[in-house]
């Protein structure tokens, strides 16, 4: 969450983001005072996110990196952008949400941020396979359809979370992903069932 407030809205970072204190009033984080004063610290600030000093500056280096690249530079400019937008639509009876990173309806192009420890394509591929990227851009791309907008390019801007923090820009194969629509409706489907019944499915027996 911080990187992406570093990163699409920075304005509004530093009322999002703080470091957390090493010590305080000269007492560190094992003694009462500190757990105390620091608890009333997030009481007071309830929306925080509290970084320690190095993952901290690691957001603001990702950004820096993120915001460098061309892809990211040249859309985060267009006038009708859209960050991190809401959207709600109907299918197979579920009611779903979508939350684009940012969106450029003049462009019809969606960028979704992604860290990664390896974003080379061998390991993009391999997060795509293993978080389910082609569900996820089915999914977006057929909840925006449905809300009437009409989004023709998905990409995904990935960041390394080690220096030199290394950006890359991937797309997923469309036909892979128009696979994934038929999933998508199952799991609707799925969802709704369930919500019905009150029964959830496991993973079944050997």
Same mark, same amino acid.
């Not at 995904?156 to 036909?175: F, R």
């Given at each position: 969450?911080?990187?992406?407030?570093?990163?699409?809205?920075?304005?509004?970072?530093?009322?999002?983001?703080?470091?957390?204190?090493?010590?305080?009033?000269?007492?560190?984080?094992?003694?009462?005072?500190?757990?105390?004063?620091?608890?009333?610290?997030?009481?007071?600030?309830?929306?925080?996110?509290?970084?320690?000093?190095?993952?901290?500056?690691?957001?603001?280096?990702?950004?820096?990196?993120?915001?460098?690249?061309?892809?990211?530079? *040249?859309?985060?400019? $267009?006038? %009708? +952008?859209?960050?991190?937008?809401?959207?709600?639509?109907? =299918?197979?009876? @579920?009611?779903?949400?979508?939350?684009?990173?940012?969106?450029?309806?003049?462009?019809?192009?969606?960028?979704?941020?992604?860290?990664?420890?390896?974003?080379?394509?061998?390991?993009?591929?391999?997060?795509?396979?293993?978080?389910?990227?082609?569900?996820?851009?089915?999914?977006?791309?057929?909840?925006?359809?449905?809300?009437?907008?009409?989004?023709?390019?998905?990409?995904?801007?990935?960041?390394?979370?080690?220096?030199?923090?290394? *950006?890359?820009?991937? $797309?997923? %194969? +469309?036909?892979?992903?128009?696979?994934?629509?038929?999933? =998508?409706?199952? @799991?609707?489907?799925?969802?709704?069932?369930?919500?019905?019944?009150?029964?959830?499915?496991?993973?079944?027996?050997?």
């Amino acid at each position: 969450n911080a990187f992406h407030t570093a990163t699409l809205e920075p304005g509004k970072f530093d009322d999002e983001v703080a470091v957390k204190p090493t010590e305080i009033d000269g007492q560190g984080p094992r003694t009462k005072h500190y757990r105390e004063a620091f608890e009333l610290m997030q009481k007071n600030e309830p929306g925080k996110i509290w970084l320690s000093t190095s993952d901290y500056d690691l957001v603001l280096d990702m950004a820096s990196a993120a915001l460098d690249n061309p892809v990211l530079k *040249t859309y985060l400019s $267009e006038v %009708d +952008a859209i960050i991190e937008g809401t959207g709600y639509f109907e =299918m197979e009876g @579920a009611k779903c949400k979508v939350r684009p990173d940012l969106y450029l309806p003049g462009a019809g192009v969606v960028i979704d941020l992604k860290t990664t420890q390896e974003g080379d394509p061998k390991g993009f591929g391999y997060s795509v396979r293993k978080y389910g990227y082609d569900f996820q851009t089915a999914f977006y791309m057929e909840g925006l359809r449905r809300m009437g907008y009409n989004p023709t390019q998905f990409i995904y801007l990935c960041v390394e979370k080690s220096a030199p923090y290394l *950006t890359s820009a991937y $797309e997923i %194969d +469309a036909g892979q992903v128009d696979r994934m629509k038929v999933k =998508m409706g199952e @799991a609707c489907r799925t969802w709704v069932k369930c919500m019905e019944t009150g029964e959830w499915p496991g993973y079944g027996w050997l």
